[in-house]
């Protein structure tokens, strides 16, 4: 028999399913929401109802979005003469951070990974293709993730596009910003010297 | 304008109110729920209120209980001579884990901290002595935490309670089991000297 009153293990057992969320520290933040007002446990319940089901898919970026189409896709004052094409919707978010960025967005929801079994079919490329077709976009800026897959997925998004007669670019890999050159891997710091480019 | 959608914002503004949980992990989090089936973010949401409604303290020890008592408090099994005072209900599941006391206990809910205006009376040692006063009790094992606080509480008790003729013990504290001697601090190899006992 454990001392732990069913409701909160019951909890407990719900929070460790989330990521990075282990017994103990599933443990801590159960205790912490016994002593929290009741008010405000609601209001974290019906934020996670709520994320659920007032989220879904833009029908054009396919970026997430509250209406059927995203607020980004909507605004006329983004350049809708470039397209930024990520991964996943968290991609879309962190460089929007940046506010480096005023075009448009599409977002292929994975990246090809033959060995897990994700071809291109299961990607939104048909889809990034469709919003091509009417000459507006100009520009393809290829975002998706430095890793071998996201390398991959650039280059075949590249050799599919390059042909349509567009400008496609990819986004500069090199050493990040406030890291050290002695901690850097050898691929960075080889990209970072390929990518060299001269000082203005 | 954020690219965030209102619901999955409102989700992590209210993921960061936890304890140990930044804005990165909140996010994270949300994009995790976001990819969740909406019947397990559901369970996790019930889970959440019905900790918060299902558990209540008991009447007796105080510590987390489903009923009126406590199962701890209604096991027969248990030794009701002695009866361990912990601080909060955290410690009294940690020390149930331990599987080496079989007798009650008796939850404080706090320590003395006179710099933050907690004096006895916000604790509950009325209860603790009412709970005394049949004389069944022959022991009060004092297992406040080894802290200044801790430390304190403990001796309050101890002075309130030896002159009711109760055999008045405290928890050993010393070097903690698995850590090595040479990053352990001085107070507590002080004390795990001062603790010291024959090699039986």
Known sequence: MSALPTP?????????????IGEKTATRLAFHLLRTERRDVELLANALLEMRDGTRLCRVCFGLSVDETCALCEDPQRDATVICVVERPPDLIALERSRQFRGRYHVLHGCLAPLDGVGPEE??????????????????????????EGEATALYLSKLLTPLGLRVTRIARGVPMGSDLEYSDQVTLARALEGRREVE
Do not use: C, Y
Not at 8 to 20: D, R
Not at 127 to 148: F, S
């Open 123 to 148: 990607l939104r490329i048909t889809e990034l293709l469709r919003r091509l077709e009417d000459g507006t976009v100009r520009e393809v800026l290829l975002a998706t993730n430095p890793t071998v």
């Open 8 to 20: 909160l293990a019951h909890l407990i057992q719900e929070l460790v399913k989330l990521p990075g």
